[in-house]
C-alpha cells in the first residue's frame, strides 16, 4: 500500500496508547486525527506533545479536535479509552459510521453488565455495533516506545479478514508490526487476563518470594488464559502468540508495566495508586464469568481476594501454595 492509498484514520482518546497510535499512524503515512475532549489537550498535541507520556520524545504534531465531525470522514477508527468508557463510545459510533468502517478496539479487560457475568470487548461490540466491523487490537506494546519508534508487534484479530487487514495496512512503514488473526475472542481474553496475572507477578516479587516464583505464575497463568479460551471457544493456540504469551512476558517483565507496578506494591505492602492498572479494574468481572463457564482460574481468584475483598496476602499465598499439584 502506498503513501497515496492510506485511509483517513479518527483515534478516539487523547492519553498515553491513543498518542502512541496516532503517532505510528502518521509515521506510517497514514492521515491521523484524535478525537479528544480538552481543546487545551488538542493544542498540546498539535505541538507534540502528550501530557501522560512526559518522559518520551517529542512526538511528531499530531492533529487533534475536540468536534466529533471528524468521524465522517474516518475510513477507520480506534477506540482507546477505558473499558468502562468503550461502551457509551461504540453507542454512539453505532448510528455514525457507515458498517464497513473497521473499529479497532483497543482496551484490554471485562465490562460487567447487569444481564451477564462480564463481556469482553468484541462481545460488548456485537452487542452494540451488529452490523459493523470490530477488530481487536491488542499485544506487547508500552505506550512509550511506541511513540517514540521503537520495534514493537501487535494483533489486529477480526471475524472479517478485509477489516483486520485494514488496520495491517494503516501501519505500514511505521516500527509498529501488525499480525492479524481470525480469533478476536482469544486475543481479548489474552489482552485480559495477562493484566491480571501481572498483578500476581508484581506481588510475588514485591513479597520477595524470587524469580521461580514468577515463572511459575506467568506459566499457570497461561494454562488459565487457555482455559477460558477453550470455554468461551475461542481458539487456544492464540494464547501462546503476541496478545496471550507475548503481552504477559511483557507485563510480568518489570515495574515499567503499571499492572506488575500495582502488584509490586501491594506485595511491599505499601497502598497501589488505583488508576494504575487495568486489571485491578477487570478481575472481579473475569472471575464471575469464569465461575458461570465452569473454569478453574486460581490465580485470578486469588488477585480478586486481595484486591476486591481485602484478603491477607500471606493467607492467599500460602493457599495457593496448598492446593493439590496435578499433571500439568
Known sequence: MTGDHKKNAVVIGGGSWGCAIAAALVKAGTPAQLLVRSPDTADALARGICRQLSDAPVLP???????????DTADLVFVVLPVSATADCLKGLAGRLAPEVPVALCAKGLMATADTAGMLMPEVAGHLLPD?????FSGPTFADEV?????????????NPQAATIIQQAFEGSALRVYTSDDPIGVAIGGAMKNVIAIAAGCAAGLGLGDNARAAIITRGLAEMARFAIALEANPGTIYGLSGAGDLALSCAGPHSRNMAFGLALGAGRTPDPVLAEGRHTVAAMVARGRAAGIELPITEAVDKVV????NLQDVVSGLLARRARNE
Do not use: F, M, W, Y
Open 132 to 136: 459493523h466491523h470490530a477488530v481487536v
Open 308 to 311: 476486591n475483598q481485602n484478603h
Open 147 to 159: 511513540a517514540s519508534g521503537k520495534p514493537a508487534a501487535i494483533t489486529a484479530a477480526s471475524h
Open 61 to 71: 504534531p499530531l492533529a487533534a479536535s475536540t468536534e466529533d465531525r471528524i468521524l
